[in-house]
């Protein structure tokens, strides 16, 4: 098992840099996206006091924030409304 994520892990950076060398741009819209996506987790983090729904700043969540940008965070707030976790 954790050998498998290692090499997921290994897998999905060689494809960022593979991605970063052969798009000029990808750099950029890569900065954005997770600096986005982190906006929107602090978001929920700090109206998380009126709503009563907050996401636990981990490496997990961080991860996908910045990896994913937005829609990560969506998908994490849809993940944990609908099961509840």
């Given amino acids: 098992m954790k050998e498998t994520i290692i090499i997921a892990v ?3 950076v060689c494809g960022l840099i593979i991605m970063l060398i052969r798009r000029a741009g990808a750099a ?3 900065a954005l996206g997770g600096i986005g996506g982190l906006a929107a987790l602090g978001t929920v983090n700090l ?3 009126l709503t009563g ?7 997990w969540t961080l991860g996908a924030a910045i990896l994913l940008g937005l829609p990560g965070v969506v998908g994490m707030l849809f993940v944990k409304l ?3 976790v």
């Fill in 10 to 12: 290994a897998a999905c």
């Fill in 28 to 30: 950029k819209k890569l």
């Fill in 47 to 49: 109206t998380g006091m």
């Fill in 53 to 59: 729904i907050t996401l636990a700043p981990n490496l």
């Fill in 82 to 84: 609908v099961l509840m």
